[in-house]
């Protein structure tokens, strides 16, 4: 190790644990390839002693210290007083017994640039061979996006092992004691509200030793959902938060009753049939009859681009279905889905507006309200909804690209599927979303063009989205707003153009083959399917 003062303070909390756990996390450290790093063991004040014989068995580090709390104190006490004793700019923490591969400190270090505030990497779990039968390998890897916002709103995906500049975690209030159930995900919140930079490291670096709290329980614990719920009130997200009322262990967002701006449906079609749920019916008017019937959000307008070549009995069911809520724009050219959307918008009267395919219907009532919920951020460009197909099996539940192509991830599996880390049924960014159903502001729809005409047939809505996010903005797939989507409906099945697919790939090559929020753990796999080995145990 050279003279350099150490960047990192790693706190490794050891109040009441077994004493050869805590010697196995500092093992890790003292295997770490970068050196400059400290470490710092608290525990009580009758634990000290006999802990610091234990993990000095094979001599003593200077790196090292040993903490003793005032009193006998529970371990998020214990922590908070030790961060607060720290001097490196960045800090970490560990729970005895989880471990860091020997290169995670150097990882971390090499990406630690001046304006990053928080970097976290990938982990997995180990079993504990003193718990029971286990061998000590890890499993269940937690693979993670990139920087996801409207993610770790709801869910603390960031997890471990999370390093924070020291200056930035004082700044948003450091450790909270009274919410050590959820202290991971309420720190890497206030943290990450005023962060500079967010950096991933997508390798997995940490091995926890105990299952992480976040997911566990049957019941998420009372203190995630004051954490969640304060975030919410200090950025001023229009939400609510409670139980996921099918899965009590995660936390979702219900809309608040705040204003409720106009909103413009734009529903392009043809006015065609199709035999669904066993009856022929006439899909666009299909689709708006559900939205009159359904939806509660009271202030919305449908605006239809019907093409010229739409029958009158068509027409007839679609002005019956949409009543006083319709508007219908005349379409004369040839079939160009974009250019039908873009000419929808210049006929939209509202400033947030949604796409939508007319072999829609919706499911959820309050769905235009939760799309809107995310869509009100300015930073938001396009928000997406979760699509079935007819016989509840997912359709849509963002846009994954692998490879340089854009796919649908999970596409035909069961209504029921959570997803990895639960990203089927959290709120999720991506880098794009199916205009099927996509809620998008009209300052946004206007700053880059619309939609691009280039793409008449396919990828216009990852193209749109791709744009969005060059300029800055952020996709979120939003699970709480559910439709049917009868896709291959509106156009035959196969009619995806190569060449758009080669169009969109010269555009956006870059992000194409690097999309930030599919990890490359994966292995290719678009649906988020984890290799059958991710990492190797830890040394």
């Known amino acids: 190790m050279t003279g350099a003062a150490p960047r990192i303070s790693i706190i490794v909390v050891a109040v009441g644990a077994p004493f050869e756990r805590v010697s196995e996390s500092v093992d890790s450290l003292r295997r770490q390839t970068a050196g400059h790093w400290e470490a710092s063991v608290v525990a009580s004040p009758d634990e000290i002693a006999p802990l610091r014989a234990a993990v000095e068995h094979t001599g003593a580090d200077g790196r090292v210290t040993f903490r003793a709390t005032s009193e006998a104190v529970a371990p998020a006490v214990a922590l908070a007083g030790a961060v607060a004793s720290t001097s490196a700019e960045l800090v970490a923490w560990v729970d005895a017994g989880d471990l860091l591969e020997p290169v995670a400190v150097e990882r971390v270090l090499g990406v630690a640039d001046d304006d990053v505030d928080f970097v976290y990497t990938d982990e997995d779990e180990l079993d504990d061979p003193l718990a029971h039968d286990g061998d000590g390998a890890p499993s269940g890897p937690r693979l993670k996006p990139d920087w996801s916002p409207e993610r770790l709103s709801v869910y603390p995906y960031t997890g471990r092992l999370a390093v924070f500049r020291r200056a930035t975690l004082d700044e948003a209030g450091g450790i909270r004691p009274e919410l050590a159930l959820a202290l991971d995900h309420d720190v890497a919140l206030r943290v990450g509200e005023r962060a500079r930079q967010v950096v991933h490291v997508a390798e997995v670096l940490y091995h926890r030793r105990r299952p992480y709290l976040g997911t566990t329980p ?72 559900s939205i009159v019937r359904r939806s509660t959000y009271p202030d919305y307008e449908v605006v239809c681009v019907v093409d010229e070549s739409t029958d009158d009995g068509a027409r007839a069911e679609l002005v019956a279905a949409g009543r006083d809520r319709l508007r219908i724009v005349p379409y004369r050219e040839p079939f160009n889905f974009a250019r039908k959307i873009n000419l929808g918008v210049l006929q939209a009267r509202s400033d947030f507006l949604v796409i939508l395919n007319d072999d829609t219907e919706v499911i959820t009532p309050e769905w235009i309200e939760s799309l809107l919920m995310f869509a009100r951020d300015p930073e938001v460009g396009a928000v997406g909804a979760k699509l079935r197909f007819a016989d509840g099996r997912l359709q ?45 502001r009209r300052d946004s729809f206007e700053s880059v063009g619309g939609l691009s005409l280039e793409f008449p047939l396919n990828y216009n809505d990852v193209d749109y989205c791709l744009k969005l996010y060059h300029s800055g903005r952020r996709m979120v797939f939003d699970p709480y707003a559910e439709l049917f989507h009868f896709e291959t409906s509106s156009r035959a099945t196969g009619s995806v153009s190569e060449a758009e697919l080669e169009a969109l790939r010269a555009r956006w090559g870059r992000i194409l083959r690097r999309d930030p929020y599919y990890n490359p753990g994966f292995g290719g796999r678009p649906d988020f399917v984890l290799p059958l080995a991710v990492s190797a145990a830890a040394g």
């Open 396 to 440: 849509h539940v963002g846009v994954v690209a692998v490879d340089g192509n854009p796919g649908h991830p999970y596409y035909g599996f069961p209504a029921d599927f959570d997803g990895h880390m639960d990203n089927a049924r959290t709120p999720t960014n991506c880098i794009a979303v199916t205009a099927a159903c996509m809620m998008t």
């Open 218 to 289: 049957a019941r998420a614990p009372a203190a995630a959902m004051r954490a969640v719920a304060e975030h919410l009130d200090r950025i001023g997200f229009p939400a609510t938060v409670e139980h996921d009322p099918e899965r009590p262990r995660l936390l979702r967002l219900r809309p608040a009753r705040t204003a409720r701006p106009p909103v413009s449906i734009v529903i392009p079609t043809g006015g065609h049939r199709r035999v669904v749920h066993g009856q022929s019916m006439n899909l666009v008017a299909n689709c708006v009859g």
